[in-house]
C-alpha cells in the first residue's frame, strides 16, 4: 500500500538536537510562568519576523480571546465567513456579534469594498484574515478604520514571515494575532502570539495572559492562564534554526505545483504569490472545465489515502451558531460561497517528496485521461 500523504506535516528539527533543551529543563525544573526560553523565543522571534514587540501565548485561539480583551472591543465585529471557526469564535466568547463580510475574488480576503456597508452604530472593530498568507488589502481596511474610529485585529494565523511593501505584514492594524499551531509553517507544537506596536500594550497583554497579576499581591485585570510552557518555547527557538530551508523548499514545491497543473484544464491556480510569501498552503479551484466535480475529486484523493482539504468548507456563516445573522444569508456572502464550493488545498510542506508529488499529480491526469 502507498504512504498516506497529509494536507501538511509539521516542521520537525532532528530529535537529538532537542534533548539539551529539554535536559536544561529539567535541570532547571522552571516549566512555565515566562521562563528563559520563553523570553528568549519572545525576543528572537520579534527579531525574525522584523516586529518591535510580540507576546507568546499557548494557542492562537487564546490568543485571539486575549487580543479583543486588550483593545476592549465591544458590540459589533466585521470579520470574514471564509476562515478557520476560532476567528469568528473569538468573538462570541468575547460576547462580541460577528458581521460577516464577502471576500474579494482575487484574493480570497475580506472585500474592502463591502465593510463600510456593514458598519453599524455598534460596530467598534474590523477583524480581517489574511488568508493563506495572502495580504489583505491593508491600507484601504486602515483607512476605513481611521474613518469611522474602529480597531483593527488582523487573524494572521496563516501569515508567519509574510512581508508585504518591505516590512512585516504583521505590522498591521491595532494588532496581529499568530498560530504556532502543528499545522503552521512554524510551529511549537501548540503555541500562538499577538504582535503589538509599544510596550505599553505588550504589558496589558502580559497581564491578561497570566490572570492579570502584577505581581504576587495585585490583580489588575480579570485574565486567563494562556502562557507559553518552557518545553514549547524551546521546541520554537530550535525551530528557528530550521524555518528558513523549510520555506525555500515549501516555495519549490509551490512553483512544481504551477507548471504541473498549468496543463491541467478546469484547475484554477489563484494568485501567485509575492517574493516573502511563506507558501503555507496550496490552494486550487475546481472548475467546469475539470471532468468531474471538486468533491469527486476529493473523494478521489482520499481513495488514494492522499488527504486534500476542503480549505474552508464550509463557511463560517452556515455553522448553528452563526446561521441566524443577518450578515450570513448566503446571498450576502456569494463569492465566498462560490470559492468554499470549488476550493481544494492540496498536500504543502517541506519534507513532500518527488514521488509524492508524482503520485498527486498523477491523480488528476488520470481523470483527465477517463474522460477524453
Known amino acids: ?3 498516506t500523504i497529509p494536507v501538511t506535516q509539521p ?31 519572545e525576543k528572537d522571534l520579534a527579531a525574525y519576523l522584523g516586529v518591535d514587540h510580540l507576546c507568546l501565548f499557548s494557542n492562537g485561539t487564546l490568543a485571539l480571546l486575549t487580543a479583543l480583551q486588550a483593545l476592549r472591543v465591544t458590540g459589533e465585529v466585521i470579520t470574514t465567513p471564509y476562515s478557520f471557526v476560532a476567528t469568528a469564535h473569538s468573538l462570541l466568547w468575547n460576547g462580541l456579534k460577528p458581521v460577516f463580510v464577502d471576500i474579494a475574488p482575487g484574493t480570497f480576503n475580506l472585500d474592502p469594498d463591502r465593510i463600510e456597508e456593514a458598519i453599524t452604530p455598534a460596530t467598534t472593530a474590523i477583524m480581517p484574515v489574511h488568508c493563506y498568507g495572502m495580504p489583505c488589502d491593508v491600507d484601504r481596511i486602515q483607512q476605513i478604520a481611521d474613518r469611522y474610529g474602529l480597531k483593527v485585529i488582523y487573524d494572521a494565523a496563516h501569515a508567519f514571515g509574510v512581508q508585504h511593501q518591505g516590512q512585516s505584514l504583521l505590522r498591521n492594524g491595532d494588532l496581529s494575532v499568530l498560530s504556532f499551531h502543528a499545522t503552521k509553517v512554524f510551529n511549537t507544537f501548540e503555541g500562538g502570539a499577538i504582535v503589538c506596536p509599544d510596550a505599553k500594550t505588550k504589558k496589558r497583554i502580559d497581564y491578561l495572559k497570566n490572570f492579570g497579576f502584577a505581581d504576587e499581591v495585585t490583580v489588575v485585570a480579570p485574565g486567563i492562564n494562556g502562557k507559553m510552557s518552557e518545553i514549547n518555547a524551546a521546541f520554537g527557538l530550535l525551530q528557528l534554526n530550521y524555518i528558513d530551508g523549510a520555506l525555500d523548499r515549501r516555495k519549490q514545491i509551490d512553483s512544481m505545483y504551477r507548471e504541473a497543473l498549468t496543463q491541467i484544464p478546469g484547475i484554477d491556480l489563484l494568485w501567485s504569490p509575492g517574493e516573502h510569501h511563506n507558501y503555507s498552503y496550496f490552494p486550487v479551484l475546481v472548475g467546469d472545465a475539470f471532468p468531474i466535480s ?13 488527504l486534500v482539504r476542503r480549505y474552508f468548507y464550509p463557511l463560517i456563516s452556515s455553522f448553528p451558531m452563526y446561521r441566524s445573522l443577518e450578515s450570513a444569508r ?43
Not at 471538486?294 to 489515502?305: G, I, K, S, T, V
Not at 498523477?362 to 481523470?367: E, G, P, S, V, Y
Request: charged residues 30%; proline residues 8%.
Open 1 to 3: 500500500m502507498s504512504k
Open 11 to 41: 516542521l520537525l528539527p532532528p530529535l537529538e538536537e532537542f534533548m539539551p533543551y529539554l535536559q536544561q529543563i529539567w535541570d532547571s525544573k522552571r516549566l512555565t510562568n515566562a521562563g528563559p526560553f520563553h523570553e528568549k523565543l
Open 294 to 306: 471538486r468533491d469527486a475529486l476529493y473523494e478521489r484523493f482520499r481513495e488514494q489515502d492522499i
Open 330 to 372: 448566503p446571498d450576502r456572502l456569494q463569492v465566498a460561497s462560490d470559492v468554499s464550493n470549488r476550493v481544494l488545498c492540496l498536500p504543502i510542506f517541506d519534507s513532500l517528496t518527488p514521488d509524492e508529488f508524482a503520485r498527486i499529480i498523477a491523480i488528476m491526469q488520470t481523470i483527465l485521461a477517463e474522460h477524453r
